[in-house]
C-alpha cells in the first residue's frame, strides 16, 4: 500500500525563484494538507485541499498557492522566494473529515533557498 | 485558537530507563490530542491520538499517553527506552471538525547506552 509519495525530496533556489513541489496522496484519500517545518520548529499548516479547492489556509502570504488535481494528487507553488522559506514542506493526506483522526505523511521536500 | 507547548527541547535518557515527554495544550473546545515521532530526514508518524474515551491512550512501539483535563496536559510515556526510540517528538492539538493540526516546537529525545 503505497503511503504518501513527494517529489522531489531536495532542491536548490535561488531568492526571486519560483518553485513547484509535489504530492500524491496514500490510496483512498481525498484530502491533502501541506505543512511547512523550519529547522528547529514544528510544522505550520500553510493550507488543504479538498475537491480541487483550497479549503482552509494557515498564516501564509499570497505566494504561496496550490492546486489539487482530479487524481487527488496536490502541487504547493511558491513564487519569489525567500531566504526564510528555506524548510523542510510536508503533504499529508486523509479523507476529508476524519482529518481529525490522524494525518498520513510524506518524507518531505527539504527546500534550501540561497 | 489553540496552541501545544513542549516542555523541553532536549531530553536525554539511558536506554532502559522511564520516557517521559510534556506537551500542554490550549484549546477553547474539547481537543483532539495527538503524538507524532519524526526520524531524521522523515517525515512524521502518528504514534497515537486521543479523539473521545479512555483518556489512557496506547500507541505503537510501546508508548501511551494520558488525557489529563484538569491539567490540560497529555505527556507521553514509555517503560524502557530503547536505543531505537531517538528521535523528534512532537505534541498536536485539533478541534472536532475538519480543523487543522496545530503541533508544538518539538521534543529531541536522546537515548544513552
Known amino acids: 500500500d503505497a503511503g504518501v509519495t513527494q517529489s522531489p525530496t531536495h532542491l536548490i533556489k535561488t531568492r526571486g525563484q519560483q518553485v513547484t513541489l509535489r504530492c500524491s496522496p496514500k490510496?483512498?484519500?481525498?484530502?491533502v494538507s501541506w505543512y511547512q517545518q523550519a529547522l528547529g520548529q514544528g510544522p505550520q499548516f500553510i493550507f488543504q485541499?479538498?475537491?480541487?479547492?483550497?479549503?482552509q489556509r494557515g498564516n501564509f502570504p499570497d505566494r504561496f498557492s496550490g492546486h489539487q488535481f482530479p487524481n487527488y494528487s496536490s502541487e504547493l507553488n511558491v513564487n519569489a522566494l525567500l531566504l526564510g522559506d528555506s524548510a523542510l514542506y510536508l503533504c499529508?493526506?486523509?479523507?476529508?473529515?476524519?482529518?481529525?483522526?490522524?494525518?498520513?505523511f510524506g518524507s518531505g521536500t527539504r527546500l534550501t533557498v540561497v | 485558537a489553540q496552541s501545544v507547548t513542549q516542555l523541553g527541547s532536549h531530553v536525554s535518557v539511558s536506554e532502559g530507563a522511564l520516557v517521559l515527554l510534556r506537551c500542554n495544550y490550549s484549546?477553547?473546545?474539547?481537543?483532539?490530542l495527538f503524538w507524532y515521532v519524526q526520524y531524521p530526514n522523515q517525515g512524521l508518524q502518528l504514534l497515537l491520538k486521543?479523539?473521545?474515551?479512555?483518556?489512557l491512550v496506547k500507541g505503537i512501539n510501546g508508548f501511551e499517553a494520558e488525557f489529563k483535563k484538569s491539567e490540560t496536559s497529555f505527556h507521553l510515556t514509555k517503560p524502557s527506552a530503547h536505543m531505537s526510540d531517538a528521535a523528534e517528538y512532537f505534541c498536536?492539538?485539533?478541534?472536532?471538525?475538519?480543523?487543522?493540526?496545530?503541533f508544538g516546537k518539538g521534543t529531541r529525545l536522546s537515548v544513552i547506552a
Open positions: 485541499y479538498y475537491e480541487e479547492e483550497e479549503r
Open positions: 498536536a492539538v485539533s478541534a472536532p471538525g475538519n480543523t487543522p493540526l496545530v
Open positions: 490510496s483512498g484519500h481525498d484530502t
Open positions: 486521543y479523539t473521545t474515551g479512555a483518556t
Open positions: 484549546s477553547s473546545v474539547p481537543p483532539y
Open positions: 499529508a493526506s486523509s479523507h476529508y473529515g476524519t482529518v481529525n483522526y490522524g494525518y498520513t
